[in-house]
């Protein structure tokens, strides 16, 4: 698998984004799922909104992590060799990813407008399994003139994220925007005009036929680096403060 980022660099986004449309294989995506679905149940964290697993542990309340080995199965084959090939995490604290959220979200879910802030290097790396979905920017310094009229606000940019698609953002895009996923059971308006990644898609004449995506239940794979670690020497010190 030829792997270029150059050329998937969303341009009409300000520094920086890249969108890798069928990033994964259909197996691959399959294992991944079956594997997500089989840990033990005690792994899952329950939120009003949706469910979620963190590893290889959520960070302390100072934002550190427990160093600790990724498990193999979310590290190959995204890891290595793909994320190596890209280069993505090559200037990052650690030369990789050491922590991975995974979120599930069924039809109708979503996540309110946030931002991840200083605890990880900024880049974001995420793999979308099952569904599509489309992930909203928003501008920190926008003040009003993004208002929906409806008293929401409206999203400065639309980012369509296919299933076994590859979505990185960083730089400027991770400091100054905040990013969300909007409350429906369909996502609408689609089309070259609203959709700042549409010349990337794998499968852009279907959405363009229907101008809309029914969502399914589609689960997340957010891989960060964690600037804080904590060694196994130091980690007693961290102990409660989770």
Same mark, same amino acid.
């Given at each position: 698998? *030829? ?13 920086? $984004? ?14 991944? #799922? ?30 550190t992590l427990i160093a600790a080995p990724l498990p193999a199965w979310l590290v190959s084959p995204i890891i290595r060799p793909r994320f190596d090939e890209l280069g993505l995490f090559r200037d990052a604290p650690h030369g990789g990813p050491n922590h991975i959220l995974i979120n599930e979200y069924r039809p109708g879910q979503g996540i309110m407008p946030h931002e991840d802030g200083p605890a990880y290097h900024p880049l974001v790396a995420t793999v ?8 909203? #920017? ?11 009229? @409806? *008293?929401?606000? &409206?999203? &400065?940019?639309?980012?369509? @994220?296919? &299933? ?24 609408? $308006?689609?089309?070259? *005009? ?5 010349? #990337? ?14 969502? @399914? ?6 891989? &960060? ?18």
């Amino acid at each position: 698998m *030829g792997l270029d980022l150059d050329a998937a660099r969303v341009k009409t986004l300000p520094d920086e $984004a890249f969108y890798i449309a069928d990033f994964i294989s259909e197996d691959e995506e399959a294992s991944l #799922l079956q594997k997500i679905n089989s840990v033990p149940r005690p792994r899952w964290t329950h939120l009003s909104h949706r469910r979620l697993q963190t590893w290889p542990s959520a960070l302390t309340k100072t934002n550190t992590l427990i160093a600790a080995p990724l498990p193999a199965w979310l590290v190959s084959p995204i890891i290595r060799p793909r994320f190596d090939e890209l280069g993505l995490f090559r200037d990052a604290p650690h030369g990789g990813p050491n922590h991975i959220l995974i979120n599930e979200y069924r039809p109708g879910q979503g996540i309110m407008p946030h931002e991840d802030g200083p605890a990880y290097h900024p880049l974001v790396a995420t793999v979308s399994l099952g569904s599509a979905t489309v992930l909203d #920017l928003y501008a920190k310094t926008d003040n009003g003139d993004d208002d929906d009229g @409806q *008293g929401g606000r &409206r999203p &400065r940019y639309r980012v369509l @994220q296919e &299933r076994r698609s590859l979505l990185v953002t960083r730089g400027a895009l991770y400091r100054e925007f905040l990013h969300g996923i909007a409350e429906t059971d369909r996502d609408e $308006a689609l089309g070259a *005009g609203t959709i700042c990644n549409w010349d #990337l898609l794998g499968e852009r004449e279907r959405f363009q036929a229907a101008g809309w995506a029914e969502r @399914q239940t589609r689960v997340s794979l957010t891989y &960060r680096d964690v600037v804080r670690v904590a060694r196994l020497g130091n980690a007693m010190k961290f102990v409660g403060k989770s």
